[in-house]
C-alpha cells in the first residue's frame, strides 16, 4: 500500500508538474483557429511569434493557391520528446523544441508543413516523394524568410533522381514549371487530392514520362 501511495503521489506530481509547464493559446484571425501548444517552458518568445506570423501570412496563400477547402482550425505543438524536425497529420503539426531551439532562424519550417495540411491527399493518395518535393516546391515559392534559414534548392548532380524527394523534387518541378508547363503542380496537387494521379498523368499533361523528363532536366537543369 505504501509502494502504490508513493506512486501515486508521484504521478500527480507529475502530472502537475505537466500541466504547468504546457501553455496553450488560442489565436483567431482571418476566419482561421490556430491553437499553439507549448510543452517547452525556455522557448524564445520571439520565435514563437514568428511561428505564428509565417502561418498567418502564408496559409492564406496555400489555401488560395492549391485548396480553398482546406482546414481552418489547426493546431501547433512544441514538443520536448520529439526527435525529427516537425511532423503533420490531421491538421496538426508537432514541431520539435530541440530542432527550434537549434535552428530558430527556420521559421519556414511551417510552410512545408502547414502545405501538408493543404495537401490533404489521405491514403494513396500518390508517391511519397512527390508529396514531399510539392511541399518543398510550395516552401520554395511562399516561404516567407528561407534566406535566413539558408534554405535554398539544390544544385543538380548526375547522382541525383526525381523520386529524392523534399528539395532535390522541388527544383526538378521548378524546372518543370518554367520550362514544360506552368501550373503543373497546381494540376498533379489536385489530381493527388482527388486520388485520380496515376503513372501515366506525366505523359497526359506533359508529352512526355517521368524518366523522359527527368532525361531533359538532367541535360539542361539550369532555372534561370
Known amino acids: 500500500m505504501k509502494k502504490n501511495f508513493l506512486l501515486t503521489t508521484c504521478l500527480a506530481i507529475a502530472c502537475t508538474s505537466f500541466i504547468h509547464a504546457q501553455s496553450n493559446e488560442l489565436i483567431q484571425k482571418k476566419g482561421y483557429k490556430l491553437t499553439f501548444i507549448n510543452q517547452d517552458a525556455n522557448l524564445d518568445q520571439n520565435l514563437k511569434n ?3 506570423e509565417t502561418f498567418f501570412v502564408v496559409y492564406p496563400k496555400l489555401e488560395k493557391e492549391y485548396n480553398k477547402k482546406t482546414a481552418k482550425d489547426i493546431t501547433f505543438v ?15 503539426v508537432v514541431y520539435s523544441s530541440k530542432y ?6 527556420d521559421i519556414d519550417v511551417v510552410t512545408h508543413e502547414v ?6 491527399y489521405g491514403n494513396n493518395g500518390g508517391p511519397g516523394w512527390l508529396t514531399e518535393g510539392i511541399a518543398d516546391y510550395a516552401r520554395y515559392k511562399f516561404g516567407v ?4 534559414a539558408q ?5 543538380f548532380k548526375p547522382t541525383q533522381h526525381y523520386s529524392n ?4 523534387t522541388a527544383r526538378f518541378l521548378v524546372w518543370l514549371e518554367k520550362n514544360v508547363k506552368p501550373g503543373l503542380v497546381k494540376t498533379f496537387d489536385k489530381q493527388l487530392r482527388e486520388h485520380t494521379f496515376t503513372d501515366d ?7 512526355k514520362t517521368v524518366d523522359e523528363l527527368w532525361t531533359a532536366y538532367a541535360a539542361h537543369p539550369e532555372l534561370s
Open 50 to 52: 514568428r511561428l505564428i
Open 78 to 92: 512544441i514538443d520536448t520528446a520529439y526527435d525529427g524536425v516537425a511532423a503533420t497529420a490531421n491538421a496538426r
Open 100 to 105: 527550434m531551439a537549434k535552428h530558430p532562424g
Open 115 to 120: 502545405m501538408h495540411i493543404v495537401q490533404d
Open 145 to 148: 524568410d528561407n534566406a535566413g
Open 151 to 155: 534554405w535554398e534548392l539544390p544544385a
Open 165 to 168: 524527394a523534399y528539395r532535390i
Open 201 to 207: 498523368s506525366w505523359k497526359k499533361e506533359t508529352g
